[in-house]
């Protein structure tokens, strides 16, 4: 089994910044892709950022700019700094990856959220 346990979230003024952060643990082979999801309420689980084994990245147009992503991969743990922060921002963030627990078993894994509120 493998678990995602995120950390980082809360409340933060317009303009302001917070960083999470996701680690990975348990029957691990090795990791893909990890990545940030977001769902605000009333709305669909939206993907925010994405970053592959091989280090490139994928970002949701409205946080281009504002938000990095980064991985340790030693340390399986993935790291979204938000930036300029913005009402809409508002959501909560679950983190994802796409975990190898064998050499041919592969399946997505989720944390269990957690809750970022950007204040006007």
């Known amino acids: 089994q493998v678990q995602l346990v995120e950390s980082g979230g809360g409340l933060v003024q317009a303009g302001g910044s917070l960083r999470l952060s996701c680690a990975a643990s348990?029957?691990?082979?090795?990791?893909?892709?990890m990545g940030w999801y977001r769902q605000a309420p009333g709305k669909q689980r939206e993907l925010v950022a994405l970053i592959r084994s091989g280090g490139s990245t994928n970002f949701a147009e409205s946080v281009k700019g504002r938000f990095t992503i980064s991985r340790d991969s030693a340390k399986n743990a993935v790291y979204l700094q938000m930036n300029s922060l913005i009402p809409e921002d508002t959501a909560v963030y679950y983190c994802n990856a796409d975990v190898l627990t064998t050499r041919w078993e592969r399946r997505p894994y989720w944390g269990q959220g957690t809750q970022v509120t950007v204040s006007s």
């Open positions: 348990g029957s691990i082979f090795s990791i893909d892709s």
